[in-house]
């Protein structure tokens, strides 16, 4: 049965593990000593103790040496550093604490302008918080809030309802739900209100102008200016000059004309009058029937004949009672003359008259301003335009020519230029840069060289890349991805992408890196991670094999030196003790199943002899472990 046996050492070349004595011991040759020297006492006498000297080994041997450099060393042991030798390259990153500065030593300017402070050295602020100066003017951390909220990512949302926000000034400013709805201040000068993708308003200098629509109000509509429009109507139409008194009313199937709050004429599907309860006139068919005279400064005409006109016409001047058989020369007109009296006259000018009433207008009479407007807009529609069809030109003052469509055309095709052409036949060419479109709004838009390479928008909410008539990658809701699986690489072997910031990363096969440098955890969850470097370095101060595990099992680290082994060192948990093992197979769970292992010696230390079995190895296989009295400096192997 194993036990623990005494290590005693004697001889003239013996060994010895402590020399303990009491004067001097002196050796005539040379002294090797394999472990420490511990030396008890103050002095070390060599031939050479020069003061001030130290001793520094060349290689082989401890020579006296003087200090010198950045510090240099007294006899007392006292050391002195140079002046100007402590250099800022030599501090530690902690080496100056708040001890060794005096109360406001730093300033401002002792801080150079590259410095790069890391955060690290900065005191530690909470998740979604950013540092704030109080009304201390001290930086406070603060959690963004109100109109907005800040994610720990240096995400910023706004709030769905803003309550803060006082003004909004931009260049092309654009508001609305979509591109479709929307309210535009692209224009200067003007705002611009879209619905259903097309412009249905817009509001400039002092006018408000509504696209082919109608505006509605249940209220009153008034404006201090003129007011018009192709339609004007409500349920109740009043016009009148900011009197209530005077105006024209528009009822249901009733107008209305008030003066001075006195109805003077009203027109109706029945019972139309023109004047005043007072003064009623009636209107039946195509006859106006007065009641009373009628009285007027300019001229009474009508286009009956002499009996058209019923009772007396009476003027301010002597005039006929009758115009009944009047007489009136051939061709001529009665005309109001400068005596307010009625004198035949021939029609001259730009316009003559025959005795059949016919008018004749005067070659050149008929000028810009004689045009009604609605000389063109009255006339029938054309649904098309030939190429031979005429236009009228002003070529000059007082020279009106012909032009045919197609020359007209071509005309303005010519000068158009900038960022398209026309030609004569109506092609447009796009120049092959364009500097001044900044918005491509459009259903199913398709960007790109031909059908093959393109950027397709046909889905909505969603952008599709092709490439070789192939669609590569799209981009969704919170999504860029390829659009089959496991189809496209994120560059390539010779053009790769510099840095790539991720929040997760979730790899279904392999990863390959040139340099990885992970930040937080590396978790591996298979059953073999495969390291394939020269150099492994590791900054951690512990290892942790057999993670996991509830009870002892063979565990270790397995150097291979062959094709499928190598040497092995751990522990062997059947036994109880660190072993090392020669022919290990690399890929071997245990030790000593392919090969013999020989076990590791373990010194153990106490103020007594030993005496129960080493805990590595126990009775059975602690052979070969040391122990050490430290109280008299035996050494024993259990044997």
Known sequence: MPTWKKIVVSGSDAHL??????????????????????????????????????LVADGTNFNPVASSGDATIAANGAISIGNQKVTNAMLADDAVGADELAANAVVNASVADGAAIAFSKLAALESTTIL???????????????????????????????????????TDLVLGED???????????????????????????????????????????????????????GAEAVFHDNDANTGITFASDTITIKENNVQSAKFASSGNSIGNVAQPTSISGSEVVFAGAITASGVISSSAADSGFIGDLVGTASFVSSLAGAGLDDGKIFVGNGSDQAAQVTPSGDLTMNNAGA??????????????????????????????????????????????????EDEIFGNVSGDATIAAGGAVTLAAAQTNINSILATDLVLGEDGETKIDFETANEIHFYANNVEQVYVGDNIFGPQSDSDVDLGSNGVRWKDAFVDSLTVTTDITARNAVFAGNLTVQGDLTSVQASTLNVEDKMIVLASGSTSEADSGLILQTHTNSGHGFGFDASIGRWVVES?????????????????????????????????????????????VNTSDGTVWVYA
């Not at 199943?593 to 103020?607: D, G, N, R």
């Open 17 to 54: 593990h402590n020399i303990t004595a009491s004067n001097n011991v002196v050796v005539s040759g040379s002294v090797e000593i394999l472990g420490d020297i511990t030396i008890t006492g103050d002095d070390i006498t060599m031939g050479t103790n020069t003061s001030g000297h130290i």
């Open 132 to 170: 704030v100066g109080s009304s201390g003017n001290v930086a406070t951390s603060r959690a963004v809030s109100g109109d907005a909220t800040l994610s720990n990512t240096g995400v910023l949302t706004l709030a769905s309802s803003l309550t803060s926000v006082g003004s909004i000034l931009k």
């Open 359 to 408: 008018f004749t207008i005067a070659a050149g009479a008929v000028e810009h301003g004689m045009l009604n407007d609605n000389i063109i807009s009255g006339q029938g529609a054309m649904t098309s335009v030939a190429q031979a069809d005429l236009l009228m030109v002003d070529d000059g003052p007082g020279t009106v020519k012909k032009i045919t469509f197609s020359n007209f």
């Open 179 to 233: 591109s479709q709805t929307k309210i535009d201040f692209e224009t200067a000068n003007e705002i611009h209100f879209d619905a259903d993708n097309a412009q249905v308003m817009s509001i400039s200098d002092r006018s408000v102008n509504v696209n082919g629509g109608a505006i509605t109000s249940s209220g009153d509509i008034s404006s201090s200016a003129d007011l018009y429009g192709t339609n004007l109507y």
């Open 583 to 627: 022919g290990s197979l690399i890929n071997a769970t245990s030790f000593g199943a392919s090969a013999a292992a020989e076990y590791m010696a373990i010194v153990s230390a106490s103020a007594a002899d030993p005496s129960a079995a080493p805990r590595y190895g126990g009775t059975s296989t602690g052979h070969g472990n040391f122990a």
